[in-house]
């Protein structure tokens, strides 16, 4: 397994655990409506997902530190990756838009909290998206040349 | 000469060099000026270009 693949791998299984995490304690804290009036509930959220994404962006930064294990394949690899990258981030978001609007439309607002959701989601998506997108085009590229 | 030791020669990964064998893989003209280098031969003995 090429250094890149194997760092995408690890990013991606990251990525379920650390949204997994993140909901859970978002649950279990008591959802948007106690994240709009508790300030430490905000704080902590903050903290697992800047935490997370320094984690996730030191693992790929690793790799380009050391030339030869970074090599034209891989690079060529990560460019496709950004495709993925860039569609799971536009689905979310045209999801996320369409499923809020609807479901609050009567209310006519929409809880500010879905903006913390929204931009935690899209970037975690967008991640392992990225991440998944580099596993597929190593299978694709061993499979097909 | 082992892929490993041919992939740091040339400056790429192991797994390049076996794709690149497999022919799953077409390198760019510098990498394969490297590669024909670390082997100490012509590029024109380690690649050949085939009609499709």
Same mark, same amino acid.
């Given at each position: 397994m090429a250094p890149l693949q194997r760092r995408a791998l690890f990013g991606l299984l990251f990525g379920v655990v650390w949204i997994a995490a993140m909901m859970a304690v978002f649950l279990s804290k008591g959802g948007a409506q106690s994240f709009d009036q508790d300030?430490? =509930?905000?704080? $902590?959220?903050?903290?697992?997902?800047?935490g997370g994404l320094l984690v996730y962006l030191a693992l790929f930064a690793t790799i380009t530190r050391q030339r030869a294990r970074f090599d034209e394949r891989d690079k060529l690899i990560m460019d496709r990756s950004a #495709?993925?990258?860039?569609? %799971? %981030?536009?689905?979310? $978001?045209?999801?996320?838009?369409?499923?809020? +609007? /609807? =479901?609050?439309? +009567? /209310?006519?607002?929409?809880?500010?909290v879905f903006l913390y959701i929204i =931009?935690?989601?899209?970037?975690?998506? !967008? +991640?392992m998206a990225q991440s998944a997108g580099i596993l597929i085009g190593y299978w694709r590229m061993n499979r097909d040349g | 000469m082992t892929q490993q #030791?041919?992939? *740091?020669?040339? !400056?790429?990964? #192991?797994?390049?060099?076996?794709?690149? /064998?497999?022919?799953?893989? &077409?390198p760019s003209l510098e990498l394969a000026? #490297?590669?024909?280098?670390?082997?100490? &031969?012509?590029? /024109?003995?380690? =690649?050949?270009?085939? *009609?499709?």
């Open positions: 300030a430490d =509930f905000r704080l $902590l959220i903050d903290g697992l997902w800047i #495709r993925a990258q860039w569609l %799971a %981030a536009l689905f979310s $978001l045209v999801a996320w838009i369409i499923g809020l +609007s /609807e =479901f609050y439309r +009567s /209310e006519g607002q929409i809880p500010i =931009f935690i989601f899209v970037l975690a998506i !967008g +991640s | #030791r041919l992939a *740091d020669r040339a !400056g790429c990964t #192991r797994q390049t060099i076996i794709a690149v /064998e497999q022919g799953k893989y &077409v000026f #490297r590669i024909a280098k670390a082997l100490g &031969v012509p590029v /024109e003995e380690v =690649f050949q270009y085939e *009609d499709p």
